[in-house]
Nanobody, 127 residues
């Protein structure tokens, strides 16, 4: 069982930046990890994930603005968010898995099923 704890959520003005962290209780080495966003009442949407080999993949809506990274030495996943927009508001969740169970087959940004999830951290972007 892996526990994930997100942090770094805050309220910011549009155009601002935030950096989120996701601390894992176990090793992140060799695992795929992702960031998701959920607005109250809506389904959780995949934003980005990083492969076992450290390659970042992004949904079109965040490409060029968000950067995912992972420090296996610290067992921590990061999300740098720049040029934030009001539409980026939501609860941000991190997840860890093997990225072997495909949910949505899209060439540019496939979505995988993950094994463990964090509790989320709130990001609010005001105009």
């Amino acid at each position: 069982q892996v526990q994930l704890v997100e942090s770094g959520g805050a309220s910011v003005q549009a155009g601002g930046s935030l950096s989120l962290s996701c601390q894992a209780s176990g090793s992140t080495s060799g695992y795929c990890m992702g960031w998701f966003r959920q607005l109250s009442g809506n389904s959780r949407e995949a934003l980005t994930f990083i492969t076992k080999n450290g390659r970042g993949m992004y949904a079109n809506k965040v490409k060029g603005r968000f950067t995912i990274s992972k420090d296996d030495g610290k067992n921590t996943l990061y999300l740098q968010m720049n040029n934030l927009k009001p539409g980026d508001t939501g609860m941000y969740y991190c997840a860890i898995g093997t990225c072997t169970r495909l949910l949505i087959a899209a060439r540019d940004f496939p979505t995988y099923e993950y094994d463990y999830w964090g509790q989320g951290t709130q990001v609010t972007v005001s105009s």
